[in-house]
């Protein structure tokens, strides 16, 4: 046999073998490393979540007014509600998971919730992780300080040392609009708070309501001053099931269309609400439209 048909034998044995290969796979179900078909791979989380009759929302119980824990260990909050009334449009039950902003991505992503309602801002970095509903909410970043202090703005934190919780963009806005000023980074609000009155940090970075949160609504002995930034929050889903972040959609512009979503927003932040403040925020819908 010369070199040629030595060569083209060659090859039709390499096609044999690969073509025996993809056939004993699709035989098997083509498993992945994790040994779940295919099939498997494709299934939407809200499929699941129907066959279990149940949605498992991570929310935060450390950030009030989005989510926070009473005494009795309840759950509250925006975003506590906002993930009640997305499980009465499912027709499902409801398990709260309590997250944290370090440990939020992984709850998701491990598959231990099935989508974050945390006071979670949308960014180009993070959806290079996570697949994000449209905005439901949206803040502007400042500065909680003591009531007697005379920062007004980042401008005023260059050598001083600002406090922010961990995983949160708190950490990298402030690096970005204020590089001389130190950061110290805490695993809670909590732990925050209390570095700001004992005077170890002369400020806290964070969303301005969770700010207001962090006080209580009572701001006699603390201010918040420096608005800046624009923070959208989204629901965190997995990436690539646009079949459970589009229904999550549908349901978010249902609930604004019809004013549920606004009554959530007056239960905590209108007149009468638990954190009285100033919401700059219409979610824009899109047409219904037929197929």
């Not at 703005?153 to 922010?164: E, F, I, N, P, R």
Request: aromatic residues 8%.
């Amino acid at each position: 046999m010369n070199d040629f048909r030595r060569e083209r034998h060659g090859e039709r044995v390499l096609g044999l073998v690969l073509a025996a290969a993809l056939a004993a796979l699709a035989g098997c179900g083509g498993r992945g490393a994790g040994g779940a078909a295919s099939s498997d791979r494709t299934a939407s989380t809200l499929d699941t979540i129907l066959a279990r009759g149940k949605l498992v929302v991570g929310v935060r119980r450390d950030s009030p007014p989005f989510g926070f824990q009473d005494a009795n260990g309840d759950l509250w909050g925006f975003d506590v509600d906002l993930a009640r009334a997305i499980a009465d449009r499912l027709k499902v039950g409801l398990e709260l998971a309590p997250v944290t902003a370090a440990t939020r991505l992984e709850k998701l992503k491990s598959g231990a919730v099935d989508m974050l309602a945390a006071s979670f801002t949308i960014t180009r970095a993070r959806e290079e992780e996570v697949d994000f509903s449209m905005p439901y909410f949206a803040d502007k970043q400042a500065f909680l300080v003591k009531a007697d202090s005379p920062v007004s703005g980042y401008l005023d934190l260059a050598g001083k040392t600002v406090g922010a919780v961990e995983g949160t963009t708190a950490i990298e806005n402030v690096r970005v609009v204020q590089p001389d000023a130190g950061i110290s980074a805490f695993k809670d609000y909590a732990e925050a708070f209390a570095a700001l009155k004992d005077g170890r940090v002369a400020a806290v970075a964070s969303d301005s309501i969770i700010l207001l949160g962090l006080i209580g609504g009572d701001k006699a002995g603390y201010k918040i001053v420096g608005k800046f930034g624009y923070e959208p929050y989204g629901i965190a889903v997995r990436q690539n099931d646009s079949k459970w972040r589009d229904r999550i959609n549908e349901i978010l512009m249902e609930l604004w269309e019809e004013g549920a979503l606004q009554r959530i927003y007056e239960n905590w932040f209108g007149g009468r609400g638990r954190f009285p403040a100033e919401i700059d925020f219409a979610m824009t819908t899109y047409p219904k439209g037929k197929r």
